[in-house]
């Protein structure tokens, strides 16, 4: 579903802008149909289905596009493809490993995906905020509002500088369309998924696979360091001894094998 700015105006992200913009209908064409649910032993249902295609030109640049959907009554939502796939496409469908997410986690996760493809880009703030919570409250507990957990979760060391740095304006956006009726555009709602997504995964998906990474891998063994005895007797000839006494004593230390402690 998209949203209709006027009459045969739609906003869609153009592949040739890289953003939202004003796209104008030119052509549709419909078919539609029903099939048979059940068998003819059972009470007999019936399922309907429908294929919509348009083509739009963007306003700005006059590039066009073919937009498919498909719709099917035993379906939650209809399924829709354009032609060319829209820039960014592949990042606003829900990853692989949302089903591996916690209960409560993987469904919200869902309900920020179906309101980026509607563009509700308002609802994906506030789904993008109230994820992170349900990530800080399944790591640390709910211990107070969002300035606390990321000071606990800093202190325990589950959050970096930078990741700080990145997770404090994505839950502004979320802050603002909340309270002050900021209404995100396409980009930052992109910005702040890629933020959050990239968090679910770490917490929830790659600290499992630590036990796959390590398994089978050597233990490091260490070497010991040759003794100073020999380190000082290294250049044995002469010229070797003259070219000791000219370089620094830092660069003497650097070329004996004496650096290399492990392997
Ligand atoms: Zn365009």
Redesign the pocket.
């Known amino acids: 579903m998209v949203k209709e700015k006027e009459p045969g105006v739609e906003v869609i992200r153009?592949h040739?802008?890289k953003t939202d913009?004003d796209h104008r209908l030119l052509h549709t064409e419909e078919k539609e149909g029903k099939y048979s649910l059940g068998s003819d032993y059972e009470m007999q249902q019936s399922g309907s289905w429908s294929i919509e295609w348009k083509s739009f030109m963007?306003v700005?640049?006059h590039?066009l596009c073919i937009r498919k959907t498909v719709d099917d009554s035993e379906a939650e939502y209809p399924n829709e493809e354009y032609y060319p796939p829209r820039p960014g496409a592949e990042a606003r469908t829900p990853p692989k490993w949302i089903h591996t997410l916690p209960d409560n986690i993987d469904l919200l996760v869902e309900e920020v995906f179906t309101a980026l493809q509607n563009r509700s880009y308002r609802l994906v703030a506030m789904g993008l905020r109230a994820l992170m919570d349900a990530l800080m409250n399944a790591t640390i507990g709910d211990c107070g509002g969002f300035e606390e957990k990321i000071r606990e979760m800093i202190d325990e060391g589950l959050l970096s500088k930078v990741q700080k740095e990145v997770l404090e304006p994505t839950l502004e956006l979320g802050h603002a369309a909340i309270h002050r009726g900021h209404a995100p555009t396409g980009n930052q709602v992109d910005a702040a998924l890629a933020v959050v997504m990239s968090m679910l995964e770490l917490f929830f998906v790659q600290k499992k696979a630590v036990t796959t990474i390590v398994k089978g891998i050597q233990p490091r063994v260490k070497v010991a360091k040759p003794s100073k005895s020999r380190q000082s007797a290294a250049p044995k000839t002469a010229k070797a001894l003259k070219a000791k006494k000219k370089q620094p004593a830092t660069q003497t230390s650097l070329a004996t094998p004496a650096n290399h402690g492990t392997i």
């Open positions: 153009c040739h802008c913009t963007c700005g640049c590039e």
